[in-house]
């Protein structure tokens, strides 16, 4: 708890205190202090730099924190190299200056450069060393602004800069106040003002060119597997925080290094069990009934009855849906039947999976996504990330692509969409037009949430009338910013906290981003 936290501060103060008798002892402990940082951000800068690694923060698992006692140990050093009388020692002061400050910048915590320019700013300006003091602030500038295009409010302007279909005259008739409702994110807001008129309207406001709405904008309106024509405003502008005003990290992507069946659920399956946890797979429930009591019973279709004094109902659209009008008690409260039944279902989508019988180009991404191109919106290499498909690639001499439509109408065949995805393919790999197929798998569903205009209202919460029953799900409303697999996962954390309430059982915290945008945080609107 904070409380501990502290705690152990005050006693390493008093430790400090107690035990540093002289300036020597002091010198020690800032070579101590200072050293011990520098070896996390040799670490940092070894990962980053020679392994492709993005996620290392560090001991304490955050690069926030990681970033600011580095901040902390740089002034020890940087004091240590100008006053230390041995050669030997200074260099090694002031070589450790290097991965410290290649850590800060490169580790994207927006408190660590701020941090890092005050302290060098500080030290420069004490020393006299104003000319310097200059350079170092305009070096810290570009710093910033070359390594720093995830972070709010640069990430718009680099994506601005670089996109080659908005140009200035089409930036002079963009529409300032639907750009400040974009910069002024405000969950409950933007609900209530946006939610009734559709996507595709509020971006056609916006002023920008068609090819333009359709190159930036579309990555974020897929993300929630809906078309701009069917999905809300306010569900679009929560989808750009989340994904990039509001989210440094939002456009990466953690991936399993084998298939999530292996790496993810197997494992998960065997710790439950370990806990005397009931897993049972191929058995529906078909009703769900609730006494006078505490008790809840789920009758399965496989004839049994369980009862128990807590239920999750965590199923997508259809199934919760046809799962409360099967049961009449469910529907005793009649705003929670009609929130239930009102929830729709967005379009389909497509994953094609092809293991092809030669290798792509070297200089291929691992991921990408697509715009303006028909209805292909993303292409991995599965065999650059993946180990199940990287085997097969070294056993066959060939690689694993996949292929993403989302929003794909219930018009179209599979046969037509497999025609289209390969020919884009095609054109965008041209490596591939010789390529043999050599096994194939397509999955096409239909189970994800609409988000459509004036839905936000009705939309069901985690806790439900009922008590100790709650709902979790990707079309739960949540207090938060959240994208379809993230909001199923944390209406989980709230459903399972919601019911360890109940017997005084402290739940699990969840950690997300502002909930607000970067300007509104600003100006404080």
Request: glycine share 8%; charged share 20%.
């Amino acid at each position: 708890t904070q409380i501990d936290n502290y705690f152990k501060m005050l006693l390493q103060y008093y430790l400090i205190a107690a035990f540093i008798r002289n300036e020597g002892q002091l010198r020690e402990l800032n070579w101590t202090m200072g050293l011990s940082m520098v070896v996390v951000g040799i670490r940092y800068c070894y990962g980053k730099f020679l392994l492709g690694e993005h996620r290392f923060e560090g001991a304490t698992g955050d690069r926030n924190e990681m970033a600011m006692a580095m901040v902390m140990a740089w002034p020890l050093l940087f004091m240590l190299g100008l006053t230390t009388k041995v050669m030997w020692k200074r260099v090694i002061a002031w070589a450790s200056l290097v991965p410290l400050m290649l850590s800060i910048v490169f580790c994207l915590s927006r408190g660590g450069m701020l941090g890092l320019i005050a302290v060098v700013g500080y030290v420069l300006y004490r020393l006299h060393h104003k000319r310097w003091l200059w350079v170092v602030g305009i070096c810290g500038g570009l710093i910033g602004l070359a390594n720093l295009p995830s972070t709010a409010p640069l990430n718009a302007i680099s994506l601005v800069r670089r996109s080659p279909f908005i140009s200035l005259a089409d930036l002079r008739k963009l529409s300032t106040e639907r750009t400040r409702q974009m910069l002024l994110f405000d969950p409950q807001k933007h609900a209530a003002q946006h939610d009734a008129i559709s996507a595709a309207r509020f971006l056609e406001e916006t002023g920008l060119p068609a090819r333009a709405r359709e190159m930036i904008f579309r990555v974020f309106t897929h993300a929630v597997f809906n078309d701009d024509a069917t999905l809300s405003a306010s569900e679009m502008l929560a989808s750009l925080h989340f994904h990039f005003l509001g989210n440094p990290e939002g456009m990466l992507f953690d991936v399993l290094e084998e298939p999530a069946s292996d790496a993810l659920f197997a494992p998960m399956e065997r710790y439950l069990r370990a806990l005397d946890v009931e897993i049972r797979t191929g058995t529906a429930a078909t009703q769900i009934t609730r006494d006078r009591g505490d008790r809840v019973r789920v009758a399965t279709s496989s004839g049994e009855t369980l009862e128990a004094t807590g239920l999750v109902l965590a199923q997508h659209v259809r199934g919760v849906r046809e799962l409360v009008h099967a049961s009449p008690d469910l529907a005793s409260d009649g705003s929670f039947a009609k929130a239930i039944d009102e929830l729709g279902e967005g379009a389909s989508y497509v994953v094609w999976r092809l293991f092809l019988d030669r290798p792509l180009d070297e200089t291929r991404k691992p991921y990408v996504r697509v715009a303006d191109l028909g209805s292909l919106d993303a292409i991995s290499l599965h065999d650059r990330f993946e180990g199940e498909s990287r085997r097969y690639a070294l056993r066959t001499g060939g690689a694993v692509v996949q292929l993403q439509a989302f929003g794909v109408p219930e018009s179209r065949t599979d046969r037509e969409l497999r025609d289209e995805l390969l020919s884009t393919l095609r054109v965008l790999y041209p490596e591939t037009k010789g390529a043999k197929i050599l096994h194939d798998e397509l999955v096409r569903r239909h189970d994800c949430p609409a988000f459509a205009p004036g839905s936000y209202v009705a939309r069901p919460r985690v806790a439900t009338p009922y008590g100790n029953i709650a709902l979790a799900g990707d079309y739960v409303k949540l207090p938060f910013p959240s994208a379809l697999m993230e909001r199923a996962a944390a209406s989980g954390f709230l459903a399972a906290n919601l019911l360890l309430d109940r017997w005084d059982v402290r739940g699990e915290s969840l950690y997300t981003i502002p909930s607000r945008g970067f300007v509104s945080g600003l100006i404080g609107r």
